[in-house]
């Protein structure tokens, strides 16, 4: 006779395991979706015009600055920003929760195309900002850009817009890339170190002068004849990190057209604000971080930027909100994309189908045991009947007979009344 006992259910752990694939590929199918393919990191490369990564801590240095094998996605909104700036090495990536001023703080500059040159932007192929960047990665995750170092220090913002100061003389500095319009992605985080030298790239310096509008022309050579200085408004120029100001908070802006090595004074309407000296680049470029009083009414001033040696001036508009009616201001590369509607739809399908595989695994398992129950009763019903056909029968004993001195005695008792009858 078969054991029933024996025998194992199959169809339970069959539903079970397909459940468990199910939610498996719904995780495998979810994660890519949800977060940015996995990439190796690319790798960058900064050349001064001596072909090394050194740059002058006093004057700017135009340097040159090539990507590789970045994650370049075809007609994919945003890029990469090239900066140069600090980061803290343990936890600056904007992936990971980085923050610009407590964990990375970089040169501040116009997001315009024609800015200082203190930042670059570099599109996606096909992107819709194409215009906009100063280049356009190309498929292989290619891209290079020339960027400007003001020096070994600067100035810079945090989220709350306090004014901060950094000297790369006393920490690492070097170029950084990030994800561009508030899209972080891992893949294209990159730090690449720069030292500081005396004298370093200073064969670039004539090249950096005729771009920022002929001033320096011909720093490399000491036998040239001084250029002309810049002068006037046409020849200076002045650019915000922002196109909006708010009272109480810094402004971040960075001119251009000015004599190299210069001082420059930057300057709120009449004075109602200034910051400087600035000592212009071998590029006659500045870039500095205005203090905008609180109590200054809301609307349009002017910033005004005055050479001392050139006479150069650069002025521009320049609107101001009040601090109560503006937005907290937070940098762009901490923004985070938001989730489309659906993907939420396909996680909730997944868990559904799952919960169903889950929920018919159980009841087949109820049904599977009460039929080994009720089999199980069967059984134990059947062999008692067994044993009972196959046991011994007893005879019953016959019925007690009277004794043989009983019946003398009750013969001798009908002898006695019948001769009292007579």
């Known amino acids: ?24 590929v719904a995780a495998a199918v979810i994660a890519p979706l949800s977060a940015p393919a996995a990439h190796a990191a690319g790798s960058v ?39 140069f700036g600090w980061v803290d090495p343990a936890s600056w990536r904007p992936s990971q929760g980085g923050e610009v001023g407590a964990d990375y703080r970089y040169v501040p500059d116009s997001e315009a195309k024609d800015n200082a040159g203190f930042q670059r932007f570099v599109a996606f192929p096909g992107s819709d900002t194409a215009d906009a960047a100063n280049a356009v990665m190309d498929a292989a995750g290619g891209w290079t850009v020339d960027l400007v170092i003001p020096g070994a220090s600067f100035e810079s913002r945090d989220r709350n817009g306090d004014v901060g100061s950094v000297d790369c003389r006393e920490v690492q500095c070097g170029i950084i890339t990030i994800g561009a319009h508030g ?39 000491a036998d040239a004849p001084a250029a002309a200085p810049a002068s006037g408004a046409s020849a200076a120029r002045v650019g915000y990190t922002a196109s909006t100001a708010i ?9 251009r057209g000015f004599a190299p090595g210069e001082q420059v004074v930057a300057t709120l309407d009449d004075g109602v604000a200034a910051v400087g000296p600035l000592v212009a680049g071998a590029a006659g470029e500045v870039a500095a971080v205005l203090d905008v009083p609180a109590d200054l009414r809301a609307g349009t001033h002017v910033l005004i930027l005055t050479g001392a040696a050139s006479g150069a001036v650069a002025q521009t508009e320049v609107t101001v909100q009040a601090a109560d009616a503006a937005a907290p201001l937070l940098p762009a590369a901490t923004a985070s994309p938001a989730v489309p509607p659906w993907l ?38 059947s062999a008692s009947g067994a044993g009972a056909a196959s046991a011994p029968v007893v005879p019953t004993p ?18 006695v009344l019948e001769t009292v009858r007579r």
Not at 53 to 61: G, K, Q, R
């Open 344 to 381: 939420w739809i396909v996680l909730a399908v997944a868990v559904l189908v799952t919960a169903v595989l889950l929920l018919t695994s159980l009841v087949t398992a109820l049904v599977r045991a009460s039929r080994r129950r009720r089999a199980r009763r069967a059984a134990a019903r």
């Open 247 to 255: 009272a109480g908070n810094a402004l971040s802006f960075a001119g």
């Open 183 to 221: 899209v972080k992605n891992a893949g294209n985080e990159t730090f690449t170190p720069i030292t500081f030298a005396a004298g370093a790239g200073a064969s670039g310096g004539a090249g950096a002068g005729a771009a920022a509008g002929g001033a320096g022309a011909a720093a490399g050579s």
């Open 398 to 415: 016959p019925a007690a007979t009277p004794t043989t001195a009983g019946a003398v005695a009750a013969a001798a008792d009908t002898e």
């Open 45 to 83: 490369k900064v050349a001064n015009a001596e072909g090394t990564a050194t740059a002058d801590p006093d004057y700017a240095t135009p340097v040159t600055v090539t990507g590789s094998g970045f994650q370049s996605i075809t007609g994919g909104f945003g890029g990469v920003y090239v900066l």
């Open 1 to 24: 006779m078969t054991d029933i006992r024996s025998r194992r259910p199959v169809l339970p752990g069959v539903v079970a395991g397909v459940a468990l694939v199910g939610a498996l």
